[in-house]
């Protein structure tokens, strides 16, 4: 299983959206929009409740071996950008449905609703299936979504460890850290305690 | 229900059960139908009263002699407007509501010159939001009859329009206002007072010297109706596209004689009130829907037809058409024509003698000419625009419903392949 609850998110946000799109098809529309606009509604419910139940039954396998540290991507990010399309959201509904104002603003609120809620969810379900281990002598990066991806990076033949914050990240506390060596380059992404993560792997690094 | 009589009285009736609850009598009669508000009946009497009455008791409330002739009122958002046409002047007053309170005074007109009767050169106004609409028959600046428009709060007027020689009661719906005029109907943009189609009945034309004339414009979903002169002195009705003018169907009643000129519909049938009948009409097809008996024939001709609002049209309540006939109020079922009153009812689902369906709608009829201009109906709301738009920026809201989707499709698999590439 991902960690977390993406079925219920992807449930949570995805319902209101499909049973939105229904309604706006079953009832025919308004004076001011089409029936036919229910159908980008429920098809961006749909997506987001059947990836959040796949997402929620995918994992990473556990390595191999025992790690001595674990870390986890942190989901500020993800809620943070579906809080931001909420308005967005609302905004649509009503430029849509209860204003003539032309359709070109309400597509431009849909556009940018949907660039946000899309990002959300990618990156929570993402984070979801993502986890970085650190054992004795690998630092290891998985991902599994339709496959697995693992990127490995053996601690003895790291050359540098990078902490990088963006203005944004500095004030959520987020930030990425990224493990180089001649094999592999391994990014922490989203990591909540970046600092410590660097000092970790720093310290392995130097052993 | 409130209904002037026979007998010049204004008579409150019960509706569905049918009881006179109060009768109000006016020393010149009341002629022309009132204007209902919460709690106060307007009208204007035969003596050129303006009169408000307690709805309920029938009770007088307030009374403003004009001295002339005034029109059927028009109330909304507590003021209460009425047309006065005397001396040499006509214009439009508008009253406090409760009080009586005169708020305003506007002179739209001279009438001296006119070769009408008085009541004709009494201006009608109907309102809405933003204007008062009245037919005039001798526009100041324009010239000839039509209509103008005045601020409903202060009088000012906002502009006025020439549409012929003479020129009928404006009816109104949010943006647009329909009258008829002696060439045909137009149909008028209430925002700047611009023509937007003309049809003309030359019907109109030779029905001169005595003919009835159709002044009421009824205003259904996507149509108007408007009785037409058939000849012989006879009524028909034709259902007009309300954006285009086009003809969509026509009634002709052939023998069977009119009791009024008034059309009034449920948005799916059209009823229209003949000698000893109400007859309904699919307001789509223009198909006979069915026929109501109200009682024998009128001996010796038609019901006078005392003008717009008069009560012969019939009227759409919520408990059914009602239609006066012989000093009668029959309630009948608005859908299936069963009568609740005093006359057992007798349907006709199919054409009865003398009725003929809708014609095609081809709008070929030789007697006619349609002149189709822009239309100001609430405007098709455009991608880039809030009227219509041309060329690649017609995106209107079928083709919107594909742009969106596209969006969509286009996220959901962006969504998918980024969780394909993951994070790193």
């Given at each position: 299983m991902a960690r977390g609850m993406p079925h219920l998110w992807g449930a949570g946000l995805g319902i209101p959206t499909l049973l939105g799109g229904v309604y706006v098809l079953v009832t025919g529309g308004t004076e001011t929009a089409p029936?036919?606009?229910?159908y980008p509604f429920v098809i961006l419910g749909a997506v987001a409740v059947l990836l959040g139940f796949y997402v929620s039954r995918v994992s990473p396998e556990p390595p191999e071996v025992d790690p001595i540290e674990v870390f986890k991507p942190s989901q500020l990010s993800a809620y943070l950008l579906g809080v931001a399309s909420l308005p967005l959201f609302v905004a649509t509904i009503y430029l849509l449905f209860w204003t003539r104002i032309p359709y070109v603003w309400p597509t431009l609120a849909f556009v940018v609703f949907v660039f946000l809620f899309v990002k959300g969810l990618v990156r929570y379900w993402q984070n979801s299936l993502t986890t970085y281990y650190v054992t004795d002598d690998r630092v290891i990066s998985e991902y599994r979504f339709l496959g697995v991806k693992r990127n490995t990076a053996e601690i003895a033949e790291i050359g540098n460890v990078e902490r990088r914050q963006s203005a944004v990240e500095t004030l959520t506390g987020l930030g990425n850290v990224t493990v180089r060596s001649p094999s592999a380059d391994v990014r922490f992404n989203d990591l909540a305690r970046p600092a410590e993560a660097e000092r970790i792997l720093t310290t392995l690094s130097q052993q | 229900m409130f209904i002037p009589n026979a007998d010049g009285n204004l008579v409150a009736v019960d509706v569905p059960s049918g009881t006179v609850e109060w009768s109000y009598t006016a020393a010149g009669g009341v002629q022309i139908a009132p204007a209902v508000g919460d709690s106060r009946v307007f009208l204007g009497t035969g003596d050129g009263d303006m009169v408000a009455l307690d709805r309920e008791s029938g009770d007088e409330q307030w009374s403003v002699g004009a001295g002339g002739s005034v029109s059927a009122p028009a109330v909304r958002g507590g003021n209460v407007y009425f047309g006065q046409s005397g001396g040499n002047a006509a214009g439009i007053m508008s009253f406090d509501a409760g009080s009586g309170d005169l708020r305003w005074q506007t002179d739209v007109s001279t009438t001296g010159t006119l070769p009408f009767p008085s009541s004709m050169t009494v201006p009608t106004p109907a309102v809405v939001g933003d204007a008062v609409v009245a037919n005039v028959q001798n526009l100041e600046d324009a010239g000839g009859s039509g209509l103008v428009a005045l601020d409903p709060s202060d009088g000012t007027e906002q502009w006025q329009t020439s549409l012929g020689d003479v020129c009928y009661p404006p009816s109104l719906t949010e943006n647009t206002c329909f009258a008829i005029t002696n060439k045909g109907v137009n149909r008028v943009s209430i925002a700047d007072g611009s023509v937007r189609w003309e049809t003309v009945f030359d019907a109109l034309g030779a029905s001169s010297g005595g003919q009835i004339t159709p002044d009421v414009v009824t205003v259904g979903e996507d149509a108007v109706y408007v009785p037409e002169p058939t000849g012989a002195g006879e009524l028909g009705f034709v259902a007009l596209n309300a954006r285009t003018g086009e003809r969509e169907w026509s009634y002709a009643t052939d023998s069977r004689p009119s009791v009024g000129s008034g059309v009034s519909t449920t948005g799916s049938l059209v009823y229209f009130a003949l000698q000893g009948e109400l007859l309904a009409v699919d307001a789509e097809s223009g198909l006979e829907e069915w026929t109501y008996r109200l009682t024998e024939d009128v001996p010796g001709g038609r019901v006078p037809n005392v003008g717009r609002r008069s009560g012969s049209a019939p009227i759409v309540t919520q408990d059914g058409v009602l239609v006066k006939h012989l000093g009668t109020v029959h309630a009948v079922d608005a859908g299936s024509g069963t009568g609740a009153d005093d006359e057992p009812t007798s349907q006709s689902p199919t054409a009865t003698t003398g009725a003929q369906p809708g014609t095609p709608?081809?709008?070929?009829?030789?007697d006619r000419e349609t002149q189709r201009r822009d239309d100001d109906d609430p405007p098709k709301r455009g991608f880039f625009t809030n009227g219509e738009s041309e060329?690649?920026?017609?995106?209107?809201g079928s083709n919107l419903t594909l742009v969106s989707t596209l969006i969509t499709v286009v996220a959901t698999v962006v969504t998918v392949v980024d969780l394909i590439r993951g994070s790193n």
């Open positions: 029936a036919g606009l229910g | 709608r081809d709008g070929t009829e030789t060329g690649l920026l017609s995106i209107e």
